[in-house]
């Protein structure tokens, strides 16, 4: 049980990643900062991951263990895919990474996830502990920064905005986290995976030109 506490706690050490669900698609954000302790290791860290043209997933925690996770479940959604002729449902991803977590609960994986996209043409998104709970969100973050952009959240997000509506917001409360968190910072990645789009990540450009705004 202190293995599993200990492992919630590093887990909230750093990072801010975001995760909101529109009603045309699924929004992430990520700052870029790793950090060890009070150390910076990397500086542009990438904490969003494509899984599938229909499916994303944000890290908070451990490097390694979140990597493994994410090639684990890069892995079963092509082999899902190939079986079925079909891609795997946003929720059984969710499903799937929730049931390694909670294998490993008597020596925790040190992964704090959101898992979201498109499915059955509706957007879903998931929060995801270290030991394996599974909640569906409408609007989530994780990581140390998460209070300070919960507030910016919470005060501003409606569950009927459009992605394009959202957007905003979602940059808002990212650069807010990464303004008052030290464990976040230097840069930020936002996702996006809409209805009609699929997976895309905004360009350097796109995203000066959102904050322009």
């Known amino acids: 049980m202190n293995n599993a506490f200990n492992s919630l706690q590093n887990v909230l050490k750093g990072t801010t990643t975001i995760g909101i669900a529109c009603k045309d ?18 500086k542009k860290a990438k904490k969003v991951y494509k899984i599938d043209d229909h499916i994303a997933m944000t ?8 990597q493994t996770v994410v090639e684990i479940l890069k892995v079963n ?48 998104l998931f929060a ?27 005060a501003e997000f409606k569950e009927d905005m459009s992605v394009k509506e959202a957007l905003p917001i979602v940059l808002k409360a990212i650069k807010s986290a990464m303004k008052r968190d030290a464990a976040s910072g230097d840069n930020f990645d936002v996702a996006l995976i809409t209805l009609d789009g699929g ?15």
């Open 25 to 42: 698609g699924v929004i992430f954000a990520t700052d870029t900062r790793a950090t060890m302790g009070y150390f910076i290791a990397h």
């Open 59 to 66: 890290i908070a925690g451990a490097v390694a263990d979140a």
């Open 77 to 124: 959604s092509k082999l899902y895919k190939y079986e079925r002729g079909a891609p795997i449902p946003v929720s059984a991803a969710a499903r799937l990474v929730a049931n390694i977590l909670f294998s490993s609960r008597y020596l925790p994986l040190m992964l704090q996830a959101i898992i979201g996209g498109v499915s059955e043409g509706k957007p879903q």
């Open 128 to 154: 995801l502990d270290p030991l394996g709970s599974l909640t569906e969100e409408k609007c989530v973050s994780t990581g140390s920064g998460s209070p300070v952009a919960y507030g910016v959240l919470e």
């Open 199 to 213: 997976y895309r990540e905004l360009n350097e450009k796109e995203k000066e030109e959102l904050m322009k705004n």
